[in-house]
Structure formats: C-alpha cells, structure tokens
Nanobody, 128 residues
C-alpha cells in the first residue's frame, strides 16, 4: 500500500532547530502536493505548510511563517520541513499528508478533510 513516514522529531530547547523528513513508498512525491500538519494536546490538527509540484510554490500558516521552511528532494522521494527558532507552542505531533484528489497544487492545504494519506506522525517537544 501507499505509505508516508515522518522522522526527525525530538526534544529541543526553545530557539533550537529541527529538520523533519517525510518519505514515501510505492509512489512518487514529485507528482503531488505535500502538506504538513501538527496537532498539539487539546487542539485540532492544524495545517502549517504545503509545497506544490509546480513553480516550487510554498505556503505557510501565519504562526510559523519565517521560521519554517518546506522543501523537496525528488531524487530521494522526500519532503523536508526545516523548523528554526522553535517555541514551546510548536510542541505537537507533526504529520505529512497527500491530498485526496492528488492535486499538484496546495489548494485547501489547511483542511484535514482534503487529505487521505497520512504518515504516523513524529513528536516535536520544545522545552527548557
């Protein structure tokens, strides 16, 4: 079956950095948009970033703009999320996801209902 797998999470102090990875099996990430979501305890799953297959266009939630950077390495079939200047409020499980319509664009990337292939998530904890 088609699968996504996230990695790279961990425990980091405020102001630190992490690079999360999203790797795919049985399909190519180069043909679809990939979104990143996160879910903190007691909160809804939140779309934070997306990268399209065309024009290299990227999108970010206001809460993470200028601190998060999404990128692709199609040769490695991997999408990355670089997270800098981490804050305690960034603590969450981070997921990558593929749109249900296999869109090459990031239309509706903030909506969980628009995605049907998810990884298992990777935990990011920001604490002193």
């Amino acid at each position: 079956q088609v699968q996504l797998a996230e990695s790279g999470g961990g425990l980091v102090q405020p102001g630190g950095s992490l690079r999360l990875s999203c790797r795919a099996s049985r399909f190519s990430l180069g043909y679809v948009a990939i979104a990143w979501f996160r879910q903190a305890p007691g909160k809804e799953r939140e779309g934070v970033s997306c990268i399209s297959t065309s024009d290299g266009r990227t999108y970010y939630a206001d809460s993470v703009k200028d601190r998060f950077t999404v990128s692709r390495d199609n040769a490695k079939n991997t999408v990355y999320l670089q997270i800098d200047s981490l804050k305690p409020e960034d603590t969450a499980v981070y997921y990558c996801a593929v749109p249900s319509n296999r869109d090459i664009h990031c239309s509706g990337y903030r909506s969980v209902s628009n995605y049907d292939i998810w990884g298992q998530g990777t935990q990011v904890t920001v604490s002193s």
